[in-house]
């Protein structure tokens, strides 16, 4: 059944169509590895992932979560800094990308101050997007329930907001009656 309740659960049936094609993927932000392992597992043969994240704590947690992926028919590297300059124009991607993911914010168990921020999020964001395949895939989660994560939310929804109709389908899913501030999907696709 498809989980309505939560953006990272409910953007993986919007992974679905691009993982099946996808040669090359990127997780901005690995946090603890969880979506980067689920990208793994789901990705088709010969996919290349690459993982972006400013803390140490959390490349090596996502190091020892790939320790659960089997596949041994996939290429992936995980990479310490920011995600803007690893998108920027001289990126280590080996390819045009697929489908790119951004969960915000900060990592759960590390240190709340080193959260995304809206700056360098969008230059990921406008980066991501001159790498982007024709169809090409970019997810974010915002995470509006700190003054912090809703100036970043409302930075990403104005700039993803004024992006060319005839470039891209811009769209959003969130659940309504949830009583504490859920996040938001934000999906962004090549046209
Ligand atoms: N996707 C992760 C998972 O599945 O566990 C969760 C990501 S967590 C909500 C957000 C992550 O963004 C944190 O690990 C944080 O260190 C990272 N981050 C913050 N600013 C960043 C930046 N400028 N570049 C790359 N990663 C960043």
């Known amino acids: 059944m498809i989980n309505l309740n939560h953006a990272v659960q409910f953007q993986h049936n919007l992974w679905q169509e691009a993982l099946a094609k996808a040669h090359c993927i990127v997780d901005a932000t690995v946090g603890n590895g969880h979506d980067f392992l689920y990208l793994a597992n789901h990705c088709a043969p010969h996919a290349s992932l690459f993982g972006f ?3 140490l704590a959390a490349i090596k947690a996502t190091q020892e979560r790939m320790k659960e992926c089997s ?3 996939i290429s992936w590297q995980l990479s310490l800094g920011d995600h803007a300059d690893f998108l920027g124009p001289d990126t280590p ?13 900060y990592l759960p168990s590390g240190d709340h101050s080193l959260m995304t921020k809206a700056d360098t999020t969008i230059r990921a964001l406008q980066g991501a997007l001159s790498h982007l395949t024709p169809q090409g895939m970019i997810t974010v989660v915002a995470y509006p329930g700190t003054p912090e994560g809703a100036a970043e939310e409302a930075a990403v929804l104005e700039y993803i907001t004024g992006l060319p109709q005839r470039d891209y389908d811009v769209s959003t899913w969130r659940p309504l009656n949830q009583r504490n501030q859920p996040p938001t999907l934000y999906i962004l696709r090549g046209r």
Do not use: K, M, S, T
Request: charged letters at 30%; glycine letters at 6%; zero cysteines.
């Open 93 to 105: 991607l080996d390819y045009p990308i697929d489908l790119a993911v951004f969960n915000l914010g």
């Open 71 to 73: 596949r041994r028919d």
């Open 53 to 55: 994240d400013i803390q």
